[in-house]
């Protein structure tokens, strides 16, 4: 099966609540993904990022990528890496990835990245970074191969262990 890749849009909520949901109930460990609702989904499609959406070829949402551009909120990941202001509005947050289970294997994950760091590409942002359960060997692995470092290790989100993982923009 092929995928096709383009930013989602209002008309995609339904399908991505969805596919959260099934994330939150097929992961392999519940600490390893923490899902965001309908509202954060909303945001990262108007206005505060943006949504790389998977679809197969019949037309079904296969995953979702959703970027977020924290600016200088607090729970900017740069913040565990000492950055100024400067360098925090660069920022750009790699934050929540999910592949139905029916397209697991497609490496899905990884195109998906791959789509949002080409959107990207012509911006201001130039620290891509994201979270990671360390014993989450599979989004762990994909990011490592997309370029991206292991740069702290922390626990976030209520007392949960992530990696903070980097990748910085190369330049033109």
């Known amino acids: 099966m092929d995928y096709s890749f383009r930013k989602a849009d209002p008309s995609h909520i339904p399908a991505i609540v969805r596919l959260m949901a099934e994330a939150v109930d097929t ?3 519940p ?3 923490v899902a965001d609702d309908e509202n954060y989904i ?13 679809l ?4 079904d949402a296969a995953g979702f990528f959703a970027i977020d551009f924290p600016g200088t909120d607090p729970g900017n990941l740069g913040r565990f890496l000492d950055m100024d202001d400067d360098q925090l509005s ?3 947050h790699m934050d929540t990835a999910v592949v139905t289970s029916a397209a697991r294997g497609h490496h899905l994950q990884a195109r998906m990245l791959a789509a949002a760091e080409e959107l990207l ?3 201001s942002y130039r620290y891509y970074m994201c979270t990671v359960h360390p014993d989450n ?5 994909n990011m490592l191969a997309s370029g991206y470092r292991i740069a702290d290790t922390r626990l ?3 007392g949960l262990p992530r990696h903070i993982l980097l990748k910085e923009k190369a330049s033109k």
Do not use: E, M, P
Request: aromatic content about 14%.
């Open 27 to 29: 992961a392999a460990d």
């Open 137 to 141: 060997v599979f989004s762990l692995n």
């Open 42 to 54: 909303r945001a990262h499609i108007s206005h505060k990022g943006f949504t790389v959406l998977a």
């Open 90 to 92: 660069a920022v750009a």
């Open 121 to 123: 590409q012509d911006s």
């Open 31 to 33: 600490d390893w993904f």
């Open 56 to 59: 197969s070829d019949g037309g």
């Open 156 to 158: 976030c989100y209520g």
